[in-house]
Structure formats: C-alpha cells, structure tokens
C-alpha cells in the first residue's frame, strides 16, 4: 500500500481537504469532447434464474391429473359395493365426490371423444345413483338418474370397446317402468316400452325378467285382476329388492283406487271381507286403515260415513221431489174439479 497523498497531493480550500485529480482545476477536463469513447457494449447484468424460489411455479401433468380423478371415481365405486342397507344414507355423500370425478374426467356427458373406460365409470356411478335413491324412497331422484342415464344407453355397441356394455340398463329401465304404473302413467309406460322393442327387438324384451314384471302387471292392472298383480309383488315372482319398494307402492295406488270404490258401492263393509278386498294382513291393519281415510270401524263392520252422508242427501231429494210431484197432482185435480 501506498499513502494517498503520494497520488493525489491534498490540497486545502476552505477547510476542507479535496483530492486533486487530473486536470487540475480546468473545467473543460469532464466535457464530452474530451472522455475517453468506449469501445466495448454495455453489458446488462444476467436475469434471475428461473429455478429461483419466489418464481418457480409446480404445474402437475394433464395425465397425472387424469390418472388421480379415475383413481378417485374408482375407490367412490368400490365403497358403493361396501354399502349394506343400514348405511345407505351414507349414498348422496358418495354420489357427489363422484360426479366431482366425473366432471374432472370430461365424463359426466357422453362426448364423441369420451374413452370408453370413462363411458363405464360415468355409467356405473350413475346406476348406482338410480338403484340407491330406489332404496331411499326418493322417486324424484330416481327418476333424474334415469334421466342422466338415457345418452349412455343410447351409445352404439362399438362406443363401449372392450368394456361392454352396462349390465344394470335392463334393470333400471323396468325399475321406471314401474314406477310410471304406480303414478298411473299408461301412456309413458307404453312410450318407453315401444321404444325398447324398436331397439333391442321385441324377442329380446320378452326374454328380459326385469322389463317382463311391470309388463305383466300392467296387463292385470288393465284387466281388473287385482288378485294377480297382489299375487306379482309376493314371493320369488319379484326381480330384486328394489322392484319390491315400488311394488309396494303400486299395491297402495291399487288399495286407494279400491277403498275409493267400495266407499261409493256400500253402506258398510264386514270387517273381514274388507281385509280380502284390501289386501291387508290382518284385521287390526284394517281398522288402522279406515281409520286413515276416516271411515267407522264398530260391530265388526266397515261403515262408509261419505256413503252414508251421499244416501241422506239422495234421500232428501227423493222426499222433495215426492212432495212437489204430490202437490202438482193435487193441483191438477181441483182443476179438474173445476172444469166438471
């Protein structure tokens, strides 16, 4: 090291110490004439690298994102086949995280580009939506599920691949089949009907359990044959369980219909043939039953009180127009009376 002063001599002016540098006190020494060019660009420093922390951005493959959505749907799946009937309620909460699976796979509409294996997840979580609100009692939800499912069913045979085709589309649609008789729907049974014949041919149809049993019962229904469709709700005759719920239901619409006629047919009923004509299991479930739609169970009869309300009045009738055909007799005699 050198000292500084052996550079740039201080000089002192004012008080105050000033290096002295050359060019001493000439002004013109710092004019732009006068520097020195420069040869050689301005060279910027380098950007920060993009690996840097506050910069980096983690961006998941679209792929990955695919595989993670199937692996969703599929574990949603497999706890559906877990469910028992005492944890059924725990359905709804399964169908949405599966429909939001669905919606990330593209899945939840059929699309001319959707895979198939997406085609049956799509397919099978929706059944599975149908068959569950089925055993809720929710008729409202079964019926926007089978809505849903109608553009799956509709696929051509070669959409579906190696997959196949879904094995439950038999099952749903005489599942709706049902429930359109025990609302009094004919006319969409037979839409819906005539359009399975014209797709899947009508020798296919008949050889289906699940689409011959509301058949079936619409044809006892149109005959008047009570006893038969009773008859189909019991036993081995029932497809599965879930056809047993709307069973149960059409035989309530039936038990209306009839009660609505015996009301208007008699006076009274034996408390006995009512149970046969109700299809009621015992006599106890036939009090409970008048009792509901207000009739009068005593003496070991049903008594209509509507019936008997409608007899009175008929009666009152009778008596008014007796009394006025009375008095236009009367009349028409004093003139006859007067005329002789």
């Known amino acids: 090291m050198f000292p500084l002063t052996a550079a740039f001599p201080p000089q002192v002016y004012l008080g105050k110490l000033r290096l002295h540098c050359p060019g001493g006190d000439d002004p013109t020494f710092l004019q732009p004439s006068n520097r020195i060019p420069r040869t050689s660009p301005i060279t910027l420093p380098p950007p920060l690298p993009s690996s840097s ?24 799946i497999q706890q559906f086949d877990n469910l ?4 059924i309620n725990q ?24 895979p198939s294996q997406h085609l049956l997840l ?37 959409r579906w691949g190696r997959v196949g085709h879904p094995g439950n589309q038999s099952k749903v649609t005489g599942l709706y089949l049902l429930l359109l008789l025990s ?3 004919y006319g ?32 006892a229904l149109m005959e008047g044959s009570y006893d038969k469709v009773w008859g189909e709700t019991k036993g081995e005759r029932v497809p599965s369980d ?13 038990r209306s219909e009839i009660a609505s006629c015996s009301e208007r047919a008699y006076p009274s009923l034996p408390i006995s043939n009512a149970k046969n004509l109700l ?7 036939v009090i409970q039953f008048a009792e509901s739609r207000g009739w009068v169970a005593k003496d070991g009869r049903i008594f209509f009180p509507q019936q008997e309300e409608e007899n009175m009045a008929a009666e009152k009738d009778v008596m008014a127009s007796s009394g006025l055909v009375i008095e236009n007799t009367l009349g028409y005699a004093r003139k006859l009376e007067t005329i002789v």
Request: glycine fraction near 6%; proline fraction near 6%; avoid cysteine.
């Open 242 to 254: 879930e056809f047993g719920v709307f069973s149960e239901v059409l035989i309530n619409t039936i």
């Open 84 to 87: 028992k009937s005492n944890t």
């Open 183 to 185: 609302v009094g729907d």
């Open 279 to 285: 299809f009621l299991e015992s006599e106890g479930a």
């Open 53 to 76: 922390v506050n910069s980096k951005v983690i961006q998941t493959p679209p792929d990955l994102l695919i595989i993670m959505a199937e692996s969703e749907v599929k574990q949603i």
């Open 122 to 158: 799509a397919t099978t979580v929706l059944e599975y939506g149908a068959l569950s609100s089925i055993r809720l009692k929710d008729t409202d939800s079964f019926t926007r599920y089978y809505q849903q499912l109608q553009p799956f069913y509709s696929l051509p045979a070669d």
């Open 188 to 219: 969409g049974f037979h839409t819906v009907l005539e359009g399975l014949e014209m797709s899947a041919g009508k020798e296919q149809i008949d050889k289906d359990d699940f689409i011959q049993y509301p058949v079936r019962l619409e044809q």
């Open 91 to 114: 359905a709804p909460q399964l169908l949405s995280r599966a429909k939001l699976g669905l919606l990330k796979l593209n899945a939840l509409v059929p699309a001319p580009k959707t």
